[in-house]
C-alpha cells in the first residue's frame, strides 16, 4: 500500500513537473502574442486604382492636385517612377494619366482588379492591425499615409518616407491570366494572392527604413540581417503563418523546418558564413524557383530562413523584447553566438 501510494506520489510530481515545462514552453513560444497592444487608428487606403478611371479631363486635374497635395512623395513616386508618366506637377500631367486610364489593355487589368477588390475592408483591418503592432515597438514613429493602384506590373509596392503605395495587379492569384501573358514563373505567382500583401507591405517598410545596404557583406551579416526583418514580422504579425512572412509555399516551409540542420551544416562545413564571395553569397539569398547547391526541392532564399531562426534563438535569450535594439546591433557574430543556435 505504501508502494503503491509512493508510487502514485512520484507520478503525480513527474506529472506536474512535465505540466509545469509545458506551460513555460507554451509562454516563450507564444510571447510575442502576449502584447497588450492599444490599436491605431483605422488604416484608410485611398483608392487611385478607382477614382483615376471614374474621372473627366478636368476632373483629373483637380484630383491630381489633391492627391498631391494629401499623399506627396508616394503619390509622386508613383506617377513620376512606376508609370513614368512624367513629372506630377508637369502641364501635361492631366493628358498623360488620361492616355494611362484609357489604353486597352490597362483597362482589362483595372477590370480585373475591381473584380478582385470590390472593397479593401479586410486589408484595412490587416493593416490596422500590423501597424498597431508596429506603434506598439516603435511608439515615436510616425504611420504613413496608404494609397491603392494600378502600377502597370513594375512593383509590388512603393515605400516612401511617410507613404505606401500598394499596387492591387500584383495580387490577383496565382492562376492570373496576366501572370500567363508576362510569363512570371510560378515561385512569384505563388506569392501574388491576397493574403500576401499585408506582410509584403510591412516586410518592405521594416527593410527601407532600418537596414542599410552593406557593400561586401559577408553571407552571415546578409541572413542576419534578413533574420531582423524576419523576426519584426514575427512581431508585428504574431499569428500568421511563418510562410506568409517569407514567402514560401507550405510544402516548401515544410522542407526548410525539415533540413534545417542539414543546410546549417552545409554553412559550417563549407567555411561560408563569414564569405564575402559574391557568388558564393547570392547563391543562399537570391530569389528563385529554389536554393543554389541544395536539392531541387528546396525553396529559394534559404540562408535567410537559417537567419530567421539564429535571430529567433537569440531574442528568446533577450530579457525584454527591444525591435529597436535588436535592430540596432550591427555584429552579426554577437548575434550568432549569443543565441547558442543549435538547429
Avoid at 515545462?21 to 497588450?36: H, I, R
Avoid at 482589362?108 to 508596429?134: C, F, G, M, N, R
Avoid at 499585408?198 to 517598410?205: E, L, S, Y
Avoid at 546578409?222 to 503563418?241: H, N, S, T, W
Wanted: net charge negative.
Amino acid at each position: 500500500m505504501i508502494r503503491g501510494f509512493i508510487r502514485t506520489t512520484l507520478q503525480t510530481i513527474l506529472c506536474l513537473i512535465t505540466i509545469s515545462f509545458l506551460v513555460v514552453a507554451c509562454t516563450d513560444k507564444n510571447q510575442l502574442q502576449q502584447v497588450d497592444i492599444q490599436k491605431v487608428e483605422e488604416i484608410e487606403i485611398e483608392r487611385i486604382d478607382k477614382s483615376w478611371f471614374t474621372l473627366t479631363a478636368n476632373e483629373q486635374h483637380d484630383r491630381n492636385k489633391r492627391l498631391l497635395n494629401n499623399y506627396g512623395d508616394v503619390y509622386k513616386r508613383y506617377v513620376e517612377d512606376v508609370l513614368q508618366l512624367g513629372g506630377v506637377s508637369d502641364s501635361t500631367i492631366d493628358l498623360q494619366i488620361q492616355r494611362f486610364v484609357n489604353d486597352e489593355s490597362i483597362s482589362e487589368v483595372q477590370l480585373e482588379v475591381q473584380k478582385a477588390y470590390p472593397d479593401l475592408d479586410h486589408l484595412s483591418e490587416e493593416l490596422t492591425d500590423a501597424w498597431s503592432y508596429y506603434h506598439y515597438y516603435f511608439p515615436d514613429k510616425p504611420l504613413p499615409n496608404h494609397i491603392s493602384v494600378i502600377g502597370g506590373f513594375n512593383t509590388p509596392a512603393i515605400l516612401t518616407e511617410n507613404g505606401v503605395g500598394i499596387a492591387l495587379e500584383m495580387f490577383l492569384g496565382k492562376n492570373c491570366v496576366f501572370y500567363d501573358y508576362l510569363q512570371l514563373p510560378v515561385y512569384l505567382r505563388n506569392r501574388m494572392t491576397a493574403d500576401h500583401i499585408a506582410p509584403t507591405v510591412m516586410k518592405g517598410w521594416v527593410q527601407t527604413e532600418y537596414l542599410l545596404e552593406k557593400p561586401n557583406a559577408s553571407l552571415l551579416e546578409r541572413i542576419i540581417d534578413q533574420g531582423k526583418v524576419l523576426y519584426c514580422l514575427d512581431a508585428i504579425f504574431p499569428f500568421m503563418e511563418d510562410s506568409l512572412k517569407i514567402a514560401y509555399t507550405a510544402q516548401q516551409i515544410d522542407w526548410a523546418k525539415t533540413h534545417e540542420s542539414f543546410v546549417w551544416a552545409y554553412f559550417v562545413d563549407n567555411e561560408l558564413l563569414f564569405s564575402s564571395d559574391p557568388t558564393q553569397v547570392s547563391k543562399f539569398t537570391n530569389d528563385g524557383p529554389f536554393t543554389v547547391d541544395l536539392a531541387k526541392e528546396s525553396p529559394s532564399r534559404m540562408g535567410y530562413y537559417i537567419g530567421w531562426q539564429i535571430v529567433r534563438a537569440y531574442m528568446e535569450r533577450q530579457e525584454n523584447i527591444d525591435l529597436m535594439a535588436l535592430l540596432n546591433e550591427k555584429d552579426a557574430q554577437y548575434i550568432l553566438n549569443n543565441s547558442k543556435y543549435k538547429p
